[in-house]
């Protein structure tokens, strides 16, 4: 399991994603994982998206406040993670509302099909791999790259935010980071150059 600088602890409550990244780590550990795994998940193998609630449990209300991942192996918000699941996910962080959860997504546009309570932090990672040719990006203004996730995040109102740019696969354009961040409510931006 990964170790992430801003979390505490990494819950792997779905696991799987389509999105198809070539320095996804999820994947690799996934299929780790399940070599241990009995009897062996086959979803987990072929990283296609599934719950495993099982790991709920490592959550409970008498623990300390912690900064929680909650998506390391999946996308929030990606094609194939059923919106049942994230309730369910959602209903937990409200049993333990002593953390502070934060989610990561490439697709911080469709957050807003749910509500979330304050401690969490919504998320959106941001890789400046690019050109960029996706729909998406001919939507928001800042059209460059992958940046434009920073001003569909800000186009949010609820709760706290944060950018995780990890991996950076390239230039990171600091007059239009400043002007994406600036006056923000971002909880924190992570960067990480050296992840793969
Ligand atoms: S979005 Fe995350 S979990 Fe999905 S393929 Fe990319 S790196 Fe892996
Ligand atoms: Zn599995």
């Known amino acids: 399991m990964v170790k992430r600088e801003w979390s505490d602890l990494n819950v792997n409550l779905v696991i799987g994603c389509f999105n198809g990244c070539w320095y996804c780590y999820g994947r690799r550990l996934a299929k780790w994982a399940n070599k241990f795994r009995r009897p062996h998940c086959k979803l987990c193998n072929e990283f296609i998206p599934h719950p495993h609630f099982?790991?709920?449990?490592?959550?409970?209300?008498?623990?300390?406040?912690?900064?929680?991942?909650?998506?390391?192996?999946?996308?929030?918000?990606?094609k194939g993670v059923k919106k049942r699941w994230l309730e369910?996910?959602?209903?937990?962080?409200?049993?333990?509302?002593?953390?502070?959860?934060?989610?990561?997504?490439?697709?911080?546009?469709?957050?807003?099909?749910?509500?979330?309570?304050?401690n969490i932090v919504l998320g959106a990672t941001v890789t400046c791999e690019?050109?960029?040719?996706?729909?998406?990006?001919?939507?928001?203004?800042?059209?460059?790259?992958?940046?434009?996730?920073?001003?569909?995040l800000r186009k949010l109102k609820s709760n706290r935010k944060a950018i995780s740019f990890e991996p950076l696969l390239g230039p990171l354009p600091?007059?239009?980071?400043?002007?994406?961040?600036?006056?923000?409510?971002?909880?924190?931006?992570?960067?990480?150059?050296?992840?793969?």
């Not at 962080?93 to 509500?115: A, D, I, N």
């Not at 690019?130 to 569909?152: F, N, V, Y």
Request: net charge positive; glycine share 2%; with cysteine.
């Open 54 to 78: 099982e790991n709920l449990d490592k959550l409970t209300p008498k623990q300390k406040s912690k900064f929680v991942f909650l998506d390391g192996h999946f996308d929030w918000n990606g």
């Open 88 to 118: 369910t996910i959602l209903d937990k962080t409200k049993e333990c509302p002593q953390h502070t959860y934060v989610l990561l997504s490439k697709f911080p546009q469709r957050y807003s099909r749910l509500t979330y309570p304050r």
């Open 174 to 196: 600091e007059t239009k980071t400043r002007k994406a961040t600036n006056n923000s409510d971002f909880t924190f931006a992570n960067i990480n150059f050296q992840s793969l």
């Open 130 to 152: 690019g050109p960029d040719t996706s729909k998406e990006m001919t939507e928001h203004p800042t059209k460059l790259k992958d940046l434009w996730r920073i001003a569909a």
